[in-house]
């Protein structure tokens, strides 16, 4: 039977305190399937915690997408089960750069009815460190930032071909493989979520590898925010780091741009970019 702390848990970096009710580690969650194990951020624009836990039934470890809230509020409850039918669609869809999905758990399956969750997207754990970890003492440079998100964009770009949309625009759902690549660690896109969604969340993580700022709202407390310039528009990442090439500065503005003002709309374009950074790089080297 689970049972839920009513203290806080302690924040990860960047991040505010997980949403009330919070959860500790060592709490169960699931209808006492799930040990949780670490606290990995919050995603408060749907009122999420991402936490690493532990399977009790089949031993293993893994990450939980905990959508939290009254399950006697009838508009919230509409907003997740959109996210988790959204979730059970994308189980089929596998990806290196993206966390298998393993299950799917709602009130009355898996989720006992008093619990004050709403939701809870299973997917396999991915070791590794955390995306805002990676960039603690600095941006990283132009060709590495380019080989990290490859395998991201084009999961992505595979998802949408499918019909998918995944859920890439907070970057506490991002985790670096001990392989160096981006993956979606925490799967489980908003109810509101699009497929253009997808498409700036990447920008905004190249923007974040560029410069170490984040330029989408709703991201985590304490993470620097990318500058606006009088256009209204984030200030290039060249403009910030004049050793960055033209070219990746321009593609991350233009994927967080609407696409009514010449945004990017798709994957594609941002893989086509990341591929010239890389092979520039093997004719340099």
Known sequence: MSTWP????????GTAGPPSPALLPGGMVGDGRYRLLSYSGTDARCNAQLWRARD???????????????QADARAAARVRRTIERAMHAASYAHPGV??????????????????????????????????????????????????????AAAVEGAHHAGLVLGTEHPQRIRVTPEGQLRLAFPGPRAEATSRDDVKGLGAILYLLLT???????????????????????????????????????VAVRSLED?????????????????????AEAETG
């Open 6 to 13: 009513t203290e806080m848990a302690p924040p990860g970096r």
């Open 212 to 250: 170490g700022r984040w330029a989408l709202p709703g991201g985590p407390e304490g993470l620097p925010v990318a500058p606006i310039g009088p256009n209204g528009s984030v200030v290039a990442p060249r403009s910030l780091h004049p050793m960055v090439p033209h070219s990746l500065s321009t």
């Open 99 to 152: 966390s298998r999905i393993l299950d799917v758990l709602s009130p009355g399956n898996g989720i006992a009815p008093r619990e004050q969750v709403l939701g809870i997207v299973v997917a396999e754990w991915t070791n590794g460190t955390d995306l805002i970890d990676l960039i603690a003492d600095g941006p990283l440079p132009a060709a590495t930032a380019s080989r990290l998100l490859e395998p991201l």
């Open 259 to 279: 696409t009514s003002v010449g945004g990017i709309r798709t994957g594609a374009a941002i893989l086509q970019v990341l591929d010239e950074i890389a092979e």
């Open 56 to 70: 009790g039934q089949l031993g293993r470890d893994v990450a939980l997408t905990v959508l939290l809230g009254n």
